[in-house]
T-cell receptor
Framework: RKEVEQDPGPFNVPEGATVAFNCTYSNSASQSFFWYRQDCRKEPKLLMS???SGNEDGRFTAQLNRASQYISLLIRDSKLSDSATYLCVVNAGNQFYFGTGTSLTVIP | DAGVTQSPTHLIKTRGQHVTLRCSPI?????VSWYQQVLGQGPQFIFQYYEKEERGRGNFPDRFSARQFPNYSSELNVNALLLGDSALYLCASSSVGQGPYEQYFGPGTRLTVT
């Protein structure tokens, strides 16, 4: 069983749409959680950390459900520049586990 | 401040050869981690070093080794290259080596093994 599982998509949405990505993790001892964004042939860039109480950064909202071992990312008012692959990341001990990523394309 | 730097950016090797990849962390960061990313997959953890000591190792064969220098830069070495080692090798730096912390990635080294 994979440590982190994500729906690979692709998600194709029109500009201005709201889109949600989900992720599950298998290790109940996981300590910290993140969403990274990766553009084609570039390195992953930290989008936001995910806190137990949920957190928001502009158009982006992240939620964590420890009981269900589930993480989500909501993007509101999608922009063309949001097109990328979104990676769910879980930290357990000294290791970071990445999901395979969810591909998003925002269409004009 | 400069971000994480990696060299070289691209590399082509043949099977059986050896390769050394280099990484310099963000100034002030003491932890470096290495990842392998093959096309269509998320990065896979290879090693973490903190204060020049290995703190974590992923599920990779002994052909993979690494070290961290007193200035916190790091090298990843891969011996006896296989075609399957072709990937983007990413280095990530962080200020601490345990507990919740954020990692910042370099641009990667794209290795092609022929």
């Amino acid at each position: 069983r994979k440590e982190v599982e994500q729906d690979p998509g692709p998600f194709n949405v029109p500009e201005g749409a709201t889109v949600a990505f989900n992720c599950t993790y298998s290790n109940s001892a996981s300590q910290s959680f993140f969403w990274y964004r990766q553009d084609c042939r570039k390195e992953p860039k930290l989008l936001m950390s995910v806190y137990s109480s949920g957190n928001e950064d502009g158009r982006f909202t992240a939620q964590l459900n420890r009981a269900s071992q589930y993480i989500s990312l909501l993007i509101r008012d999608s922009k063309l520049s949001d097109s990328a692959t979104y990676l769910c990341v879980v930290n357990a001990g000294n290791q970071f586990y990445f999901g395979t990523g969810t591909s998003l394309t925002v269409i004009p | 401040d400069a971000g994480v730097t990696q060299s070289p950016t691209h590399l082509i090797k043949t099977r059986g050869q050896h390769v050394t990849l280099r990484c310099s962390p963000i100034s002030g960061h003491k932890s470096v981690s290495w990842y392998q990313q093959v096309l269509g997959q998320g990065p896979q953890f290879i090693f973490q070093y903190y204060e020049k000591e290995e703190r974590g190792r992923g599920n990779f064969p002994d052909r993979f080794s690494a070290r961290q220098f007193p200035n916190y830069s790091s090298e990843l070495n891969v011996n006896a290259l296989l075609l399957g080692d072709s990937a983007l090798y990413l280095c990530a730096s962080s200020s601490v080596g345990q507990g919740p912390y954020e990692q910042y990635f370099g641009p990667g080294t794209r290795l092609t093994v022929t």
